[in-house]
């Protein structure tokens, strides 16, 4: 499965039979896809198949999964995942051929709602951040539910919530383009994630200075997070002296550094 990431190929008239759209018509051009290896590889297109892959971003958009269904059989039953329903925002889209959302996307699953998606599939790999293939979990041996699927609030704040290092780095882009934040976007979300831990346990709310201190950080190569004091500087009550105090430690543990 690919994300389509609004590629050319998704218009109909581009689109080979080997490739099968999981959203309908309507939906081309931003829906995930399907692509039949069997089919490709017996059509000697197995090089057009690389290339797409290739012309993603990041291996997080190009999932492996193994069935008996057809191309055609495994779009349709993906395709009644595609969203949830919350009773507070009415239905909510599931980035089920994102490498980064499908793993949380599973673990805020309950065991009867993850059962009902993977029942038809023997085995379902993702690309992790570090370009890993890691395998999600076959399902337990429970009767899947019916769809939609349903989220109760806690589910989506806790999908919320999974998105925040992710969210804070898009932030952090915007400050700086093309700014290197740490040597793999692996340990950039784990710093990231770091961060906005100790941000939650000092009280604080202000996002701009959320961003003041998360680059700091990162100017520090996460030295700052050791700071003995740092606790004591984000509970202060004033965000102009919190910010103010940030990048002056973040400067002494510049000009410290060996």
């Known amino acids: 499965?690919?994300?389509?990431?609004?590629?050319?190929?998704?218009?109909?008239?581009?689109?080979?039979?080997?490739?099968?759209?999981?959203?309908?018509?309507?939906?081309?051009?931003?829906?995930?896809?399907?692509?039949?290896?069997?089919?490709?590889?017996?059509?000697n297109k197995i090089d057009i198949v690389m290339a797409?892959?290739?012309?993603?971003?990041?291996g997080i958009?190009?999932?492996?999964?193994?069935?008996?269904?057809?191309?055609?059989?495994l779009a349709d039953h993906l395709r009644q995942f595609g969203y949830v329903v919350d009773?507070?925002?009415?239905?909510?889209?599931?980035?089920l051929a994102d490498g980064i959302a499908i793993p949380w996307i599973q673990e805020v699953m309950s065991p009867e709602q993850w059962a009902a998606i993977h029942k038809p599939i023997r085995r379902w790999r993702f690309h992790s951040r570090d370009g890993r293939l890691v395998e999600l979990p076959a399902p337990e041996d429970v009767e899947p539910v019916d769809t939609p699927l349903k989220f109760s609030a806690h589910q989506i704040a806790a999908l919320e919530k999974s998105h925040?290092?992710?969210?804070?780095m898009s932030n952090l882009r915007a400050m700086r383009n093309d700014h290197l934040w740490a040597p793999t976007p692996q340990l950039e979300i784990e710093l990231a994630?770091?961060?906005?831990?100790?941000?939650?346990?000092?009280?604080?709310?202000?996002?701009?200075?959320?961003?003041?201190?998360?680059?700091?950080?990162?100017?520090?190569?996460?030295?700052?997070?050791d700071l003995p004091s740092l606790m004591q500087i984000l509970s202060q009550d004033d965000p102009v002296l919190v910010r103010r105090t940030?990048?002056?430690a973040a400067a002494s543990q510049e000009e410290g550094r060996p």
Do not use: C
Not at 213 to 225: E, I, M, P, Q, S
């Open 164 to 168: 925040e290092p992710d969210h804070l």
């Open 246 to 248: 940030i990048e002056r």
């Open 61 to 73: 958009h190009v999932s492996f999964i193994d069935t008996k269904l057809s191309a055609m059989e």
């Open 52 to 58: 797409m892959s290739n012309f993603l971003r990041t």
């Open 87 to 95: 009773e507070a925002r009415g239905e909510l889209t599931l980035r």
């Open 193 to 225: 994630a770091k961060i906005l831990k100790i941000w939650r346990d000092s009280g604080q709310v202000d996002s701009s200075t959320l961003l003041i201190f998360a680059r700091a950080v990162f100017d520090t190569k996460g030295r700052l997070l």
């Open 1 to 43: 499965m690919m994300d389509a990431e609004q590629k050319p190929w998704t218009k109909s008239k581009h689109r080979p039979s080997w490739m099968v759209s999981i959203y309908e018509r309507p939906a081309w051009d931003v829906s995930p896809f399907i692509v039949d290896i069997e089919s490709a590889y017996l059509g």
